[in-house]
């Protein structure tokens, strides 16, 4: 079952990973495009504003469960150096229960304000409902779930090896 789990861990977080590298891709891609129409070609697409924010909130968002699986999450990181075994296990549950309530705090309010913004629709493109964007938040959410409770049951501590 463990196993099975991070099996399914690993492939949902590099999915996530890899959309959240695209819109990167598509944020960068779409601000060049943004300056070679502005001052090379003095004809502005004002529509390329919108979708360069679009595209970075899904990259944040779809690129949160990689931190949370590598261990990124808020802790306390010298109480931790510094407890015995059993007491890192504790935090890990308190960190891991933590990070949790937070992240079904975003779910829950991402898809009531995605709900709410479908009869939104995006300024210079009148056709594309807001609900796209915030959708980014229920969906980073659950990709992030799924870290999380990979981080509990095989913990990375990455942060750790890398801090300062």
Known sequence: MKSTFLTLERYTTGFAMVVACAMMAVAASLGLFQIIMRFVI????EWTEVLIRFSLIWMVFMGIPA???????VSVDVVYRWSPPRIKRVLDWLVCGAALM???VIIWWGWDYAQRGRVQTVVGMEDVS????????PVGGVFSVIGIIGNLIDP?????????
């Open 42 to 45: 003095q004809s502005p697409a």
């Open 156 to 164: 990375q501590r990455l942060e750790l090896e890398t801090a300062q």
């Open 102 to 104: 937070l992240i079904v």
């Open 67 to 73: 931190a949370f699986r590598q261990g990124a999450m």
């Open 130 to 137: 807001m609900f796209w964007a915030y959708l980014a938040l």
